[in-house]
């Protein structure tokens, strides 16, 4: 069942090889991602576990140079994230549940302000984020009785960059998120499939 998602690395390693420019990486980009997330059967148990206290961050896979990353969030009932930044490009699609992303600005002061109104993504709802479209949110699963899982791509090892997040009183504090899995899921194993296809 993970085929989809071997595929979706796939192709979008692809067109990081054509070398496009951000633009093209966001709309085509968020495409592929479009459709990886239109359908719901493919992500493995492990790395859609939430956790009581704290949203999960799983990594599902990283692109031998660290081109792009490819992780699964999943939020608790009514779990947030701080006002953070990304610093890279990325694509959130929305896999399972709802998120509303509050997007956010800095005043002359320094102070992360919230700009315009939450965004509302719903399954199958692509949103773009990076520091020429916007790269300051905070993020929360719009429903207090269940799960949501948002599958996000970034254009890094997202868990090692260096982000900031921007508290209430101002300023911004230093971050490096790491991942919640020690084990990814293995999506080059084809046996089984050439096992069923052999004469």
Known sequence: ????????????????????????????????????????????DAFAVADPTYYQQFLLHADSTERFSVVS????????????????????????GAEYSQPYALDAG?????????????????????????????????????????IHVYGANIGAV???????EGGRKPFVSGYSNTLLPNLWDRSAELRNTAA
Do not use: C, K
């Not at 947030?80 to 929305?94: E, K, N, Q, S, Y």
């Open 1 to 44: 069942m993970i085929a989809p998602l071997r595929d979706f690395v796939g192709a979008f390693g692809r067109l990081l090889d054509s070398q496009p420019d951000e633009p093209r990486i966001l709309s085509e980009g968020g495409a592929l991602l479009r459709t990886l997330v239109a359908r719901d059967d493919w992500l493995p």
């Open 73 to 96: 969030f999943v939020w608790g009932p009514g779990q947030a994230t701080p006002i953070h930044d990304h610093t890279v490009w990325g694509l959130i699609g929305m896999l399972r």
């Open 162 to 168: 260096r982000r900031h997040t921007y508290p209430a």
């Open 110 to 150: 320094g102070t992360a302000r919230p700009q315009g109104a939450p965004v509302r993504l719903d399954a199958g709802h692509v949103e773009a984020v990076s520091p020429t479209v916007g790269d300051l949110h905070r993020v929360h699963n719009a429903h207090a009785d269940r799960v949501s899982i948002s």
